[in-house]
């Protein structure tokens, strides 16, 4: 049966899962899941208890959480030692990153792609809120570095780079005025790829009038 | 060169590193960073952890943040033993899977919580907002939901039949809910609390909770709760 991947590529977790198997030739079935058309029902329900995407399946086995299948698969599949180095300081970075990142970069992106619908006062104190999550990426994670890691791309920064995506989908360009973010942010895409790139990105970049969406719903859904 | 440990034992995530480091006898030199004081703002500080949140490591001239990546730093670093991180791939996975989903959950609402009931009316000098509060508990009651189904199942432990850091890291967070208690009317969870506290030695664990729970008896009393569970 082999390796199954449930993804919903406007969700970013599931982008770094999907371009993290695909660089690396991992074999996998990818089963698409709509989350916003309500895809999230019985047959996914098994699979993922907490009916949040990313989710993988590996014959009886079955995982949820982004992190923790990035780093299954690199194990598994022994991908190259960049993306979670054995050298334990170096490992310990990506780790590092991998756990900030939740309650910072990841959760006010989110807030920003979604409030793009709240009054002005909201959007402006959640863009704020990035704007802090931003300096501190700068500032701590990457420092003078070319990676989070150090000399090469790690799963920090491929996780890194999906989610500041979403605000970037809506029309927020974060990267604007911030040089040393837009260098690290062409050095990762050029070690992705620019078609990967484009492959992962397809859905959140042709994204529609969100105002149609039940609000609750999307918030739920994604956990916001 | 000994390993520096900077924590304060009020916040969960330095209770972790702490009992972690003291089961596994991790020699480390505890540098205490005063929360209420507001020690982890001091440019002192800054210089060990750019964050300027406690539970950071130092270790010659490698600082370390995050209470996650710490535990698995010294994990590896000192060769502890393996169920806490299993080297199994698929066992690991588990652990990797609770870590990675208690940020926004057990932690976020159990901090929520904390920050609503005991922290907000020690800084502001006023009690807390019934609404509020009402809300973080209900917050809080789907989350443990969630823990229980999924996480926990019929399970000695979250990832089989011993404890491992996934386990560690959920207690601490259980244990800030105070005043309000998470295992009543839970006998799955309230087993599981205590083949934990077990593994970890009720000493250590009474040791590392002891100024957590101090300054939550020190509060003026509430109305209508039930009481802090005793250790």
């Known amino acids: 049966m082999g390796l199954e991947l449930y993804l919903d590529l406007l969700s970013q977790p599931c982008r770094a899962v999907y371009i993290f198997a695909k660089k690396n030739n991992i074999p996998f079935t990818f089963k698409p899941v709509e989350v916003l058309k309500g895809e999230e029902g019985e047959r996914f329900g098994k699979v993922n208890i907490l009916r949040r995407v990313p989710a993988l399946k590996d014959g009886a086995f079955t995982l949820a959480e982004s992190m923790a299948i990035l780093i299954y698969l690199s194990q598994k599949y022994k991908t190259p030692d960049h993306w979670y180095p054995s050298d334990i300081q170096r490992r310990a970075r990506v780790d590092e990153y991998l756990s900030w990142q939740h309650v910072a970069i990841r959760a006010n992106g989110v807030k920003l792609f979604w409030l793009k619908l709240a009054p002005e006062e909201k959007l402006q104190e959640a863009f704020e809120d990035l704007a802090v999550s931003l300096k501190q990426l700068e500032e701590k994670f990457l420092q003078d570095k070319p990676f989070i890691a150090g000399n090469r791309i790690s799963l920090a920064d491929l996780v890194a780079i999906t989610e500041l995506m979403q605000p970037v989908a809506i029309g927020y360009n974060i990267f604007e005025n911030r040089p040393k973010l837009s260098e690290w942010r062409s050095r990762v895409e050029k070690f992705v790829g620019k078609e990967l790139l484009q492959e992962a990105r397809k859905v959140i970049l042709s994204i529609n009038d969100l105002s149609n969406m039940p609000l609750f719903k999307l918030f739920k859904t994604f956990g916001v | ?231």
């Open chain 2, 1 to 231: 060169m000994v390993v520096e440990l900077y924590l304060d034992l009020l916040s969960q995530p330095c209770r972790s590193v702490y009992i972690f480091a003291k089961k596994n006898n991790i020699p480390f030199e505890f540098k205490h960073v005063e929360l209420l004081k507001g020690e982890h703002l001091s440019e002192e500080f800054y210089k060990v952890n750019l964050l300027r949140k406690v539970h950071a490591l130092k270790d010659g001239n490698f600082t370390l943040a995050e209470s996650i990546a710490i535990l698995l730093y010294l994990s590896r670093k000192f060769n502890t033993p393996d169920h806490w991180y299993p080297s199994d791939v698929q066992k690991r996975a588990r652990v990797d899977e609770y870590l990675s989903w208690q940020h926004t959950a057990i932690r976020a609402q159990g901090c929520n919580f904390y920050r609503t009931k005991v922290l907000m009316p020690l800084l502001v000098g006023k009690p807390f907002p019934a609404e509020r509060l009402e809300r973080a508990v209900e917050d809080l009651k789907s989350t443990m939901k969630q823990f229980e189904e999924k996480f926990l199942q019929d399970k000695p432990f979250i990832v089989g039949n011993e404890i491992s850091l996934a386990d560690l890291v959920a207690i601490v967070e259980l244990m800030q809910v105070t005043g309000w208690d998470v295992f009543e009317g839970r006998p799955k969870l309230t087993e599981w609390r205590h083949r934990v506290e077990e593994a970890i030695g009720k000493e250590l664990f009474r040791e590392a909770h002891e100024v957590m729970l101090n300054g939550w008896l020190a509060l003026p009393e509430e109305q209508g709760l039930p009481p802090t569970p005793k250790p």
